[in-house]
């Protein structure tokens, strides 16, 4: 069946480093593609979201790159923080759809 | 402003009993949802619901049961539990269907020994 997946399990960065976080998809037919974070004993947040029909998307200290040619997205966090340090969602989702597809995870370690 | 709680944050049930979890939100969101986390999946939804006595399933919802008789609140109850349903679980809110930014409660830790 398709699936949201992730290149890597865990990730470690140097405090002030820029952090890259990968994520592969297989469903073409996705609207939207949204990145949340999952600090430690707490439900994951919202951080940012891109729509199928674009490729960049920046935010506050974040940037989500969409390739529909390889199926690809990737969370890019600028100056990368002690507060950073999480377990980063992708997920999928069609626009008038509930049904959000989550990936497995990616942890984010960043180093003082 | 309370925004989304669960409860009971922590529970350790035996195989064949009944569990609820609870679920309230303040926001007066219409659609709400239940998810199980588990090491390797990541998030699975289970049910969500649009808006008070309309439920629908999601990718894993066999096992579990919801309903919704105030917009408020969306308890999930397991009828008889299992091994296998030993998970975290998280209730989620947003306004409308197009929202993809879901509000996540804290979850409950579900061991069934």
């Known amino acids: 069946g398709e699936s949201v997946g992730l290149h890597l399990p865990t990730l470690s960065v140097q405090e002030g480093d820029n952090s890259i976080i990968n994520c592969a998809y297989s469903n073409s037919a996705s609207d939207y593609f949204i990145w949340y974070k999952q600090e430690s004993g707490k439900g994951p947040q919202f951080i940012i979201d891109i729509r199928s029909n674009m490729d960049k998307r920046q935010g506050q200290r974040v940037t989500v790159l969409l390739n529909k040619t390889v199926k690809h997205l990737s969370l890019q966090i600028a100056a990368t923080q002690p507060g950073d340090s999480a377990v980063y969602f992708c997920a999928e989702k069609a626009y008038n759809n509930n049904d959000m597809r989550f990936g497995a995870g990616t942890r984010l370690t960043v180093k003082p | 402003d309370a925004g989304i709680t669960q409860s009971p944050r922590y529970k350790i049930t035996e195989t064949g009993r009944q569990v609820t979890l609870m679920c309230h939100q303040t926001?007066?969101?219409?659609?709400m949802f239940w998810y199980r986390q588990d090491l390797g999946h990541g998030l699975r939804l289970i049910y969500y619901s649009a808006a008070a006595d309309i439920t629908d399933k999601g990718e894993v919802p066999d096992g579990y049961v919801v309903s919704r008789s105030k917009t408020e609140n969306f308890p999930l109850t397991l009828e008889s539990a299992t091994r296998s349903q030993t998970s975290v679980y998280f209730c989620?809110?947003?306004?409308?269907?197009?929202?993809?930014?879901?509000?996540f409660g804290p979850g409950t830790r579900l061991t069934v020994l």
């Open positions: 926001w007066s969101h219409s659609y």
């Open positions: 989620a809110s947003s306004g409308r269907t197009s929202d993809n930014e879901q509000f």
